[in-house]
């Protein structure tokens, strides 16, 4: 299994950016599909952002054009940078590492963003 730890949460304001890390164990990081994933309050968790090995990305309707998915192999790391935040981003945001190939399905901890004026 590889062991995620996510951090960049906080608070900000309407209309403002976070850039969330996910650092990552493990020597299979580079084959992972790895995604972020959020669940607020009383919800379901839904998928964020996800980017599969080789670089192509998929964003859920709501934060297309908003957010960006980005990884870097050599630091085994995964971001998310958030911009044009709003009141309904704010929920506890997970880091996922994916590979059925290899029987992995890891989270993190997960790391609190809070979207208020």
């Known amino acids: 299994q590889v062991q995620l730890l996510e951090s960049g949460g906080g608070v900000v304001q309407p209309g403002g950016s976070l850039r969330l890390s996910c650092a990552a164990s493990?020597?299979?990081?580079?084959?992972?599909?790895m995604g972020w994933y959020r669940q607020a309050p009383g919800k379901r968790r839904e998928l964020v952002a996800r980017?599969?090995?080789?670089?192509?990305?998929d964003y859920a309707d709501s934060v297309k054009g908003r957010f960006t998915i980005s990884r870097d192999n050599a630091k085994n790391s995964v971001y998310l940078q958030m911009n044009s935040l709003k009141p309904e981003d704010t929920a506890d945001y997970y880091c996922?590492?994916?590979?059925?190939?290899?029987?992995?399905?890891?989270w993190g901890q997960g790391t609190q963003v809070t979207v208020s004026s």
């Open positions: 996922n590492a994916l590979s059925v190939l290899y029987r992995l399905d890891s």
């Open positions: 980017i599969i090995p080789r670089g192509d990305t």
């Open positions: 493990g020597s299979i990081f580079s084959i992972a599909t």
